[in-house]
């Protein structure tokens, strides 16, 4: 039962358009979120996080907003650029860590059309 | 400051046969998970260990196991290999158990024939 769900295996944006990649989770006791790229041939890369106590998140071009009603979040990333062109994961994390580390998404592959 | 480094980047071996795969974590990172990823399953929790301790373990069986060193670093190892084990095994390091976020290596690609 995957309990981080991103539905879009991929998706495809325009250079300097917005991209917004989905996550949906269905386990309460998440109360920390992160993103994660990820180029071929390399290790996912830390990009954002955000707690459960807060909506909105931002760093320079990435915004990861949290919709804990819905138990929805999601990464936007204004404007899209060629090097944006990456697989992202969504992964959550239980208080202290949990026993099961961080709990990932399978990824969304962007692709950013120039 | 160096990043989590991972060796060997690949490794062919053959069914029934072991393997070992080493980490160094980032330094003063005390933390070290290991992930599988295979393209059907995505990225799985392995085990983390602190402070030379497992503290959490995946739902993986056995014959996957680990160790870590008094200096932090790890080595993982997987015995009596299936041909489902082939992926790509990622480490990755934090600054006290259960601390996020992870930072991760560039993985070891294992194939098993």
């Known amino acids: 039962d995957q309990q981080v769900k991103q539905n879009s295996p991929s998706l495809s944006v325009q250079e300097g358009r917005i991209s917004i990649l989905n996550c949906d989770y269905t386990?309460?006791?998440?109360?920390?979120f992160l993103w994660y790229k990820k180029y071929p041939a390399e290790g996912p890369t830390f990009l954002i996080s955000?707690?459960?106590?807060?909506d909105k998140n931002e760093d320079g071009r990435f915004t990861v907003f949290l919709n804990k009603s819905a138990k929805h979040l999601s990464l936007h990333i204004v404007p899209s650029q060629p090097g944006d062109s990456a697989v992202y994961f969504c992964?959550?994390?239980?208080?202290?860590?949990?026993?099961?580390?961080?709990?990932f998404g399978k990824g969304t592959h962007l692709i950013i059309q120039p | 400051k160096a990043g989590v480094t991972q060796t060997p980047r690949y490794l062919i071996k053959t069914r029934g046969q072991q393997v070992t795969l080493s980490c160094s974590p980032i330094?003063?990172?005390?933390?070290v998970s290991w992930y599988q990823q295979t393209p059907g399953q995505g990225l799985q929790f392995l085990f983390e260990?602190?402070?030379?301790?497992?503290?959490n373990k995946g739902n993986f069986p056995g014959r996957f196991s680990g160790r870590q060193f008094s200096n932090s670093r790890s080595e993982m190892n997987v015995s009596t290999l299936e041909l489902g084990d082939s992926a790509l095994y990622l480490c990755?390091?934090?600054?006290?158990?259960?601390?996020?976020?992870?930072?991760f290596g560039n993985g070891t690609r294992l194939t098993v024939t």
């Open positions: 330094s003063g990172h005390r933390s």
């Open positions: 260990y602190f402070s030379e301790t497992q503290r």
């Open positions: 955000i707690s459960s106590i807060k």
């Open positions: 990755a390091s934090s600054l006290g158990q259960g601390a996020v976020p992870l930072h």
């Open positions: 386990n309460s006791m998440f109360d920390y």
């Open positions: 992964a959550a994390s239980a208080p202290g860590g949990g026993a099961d580390g961080l709990t």
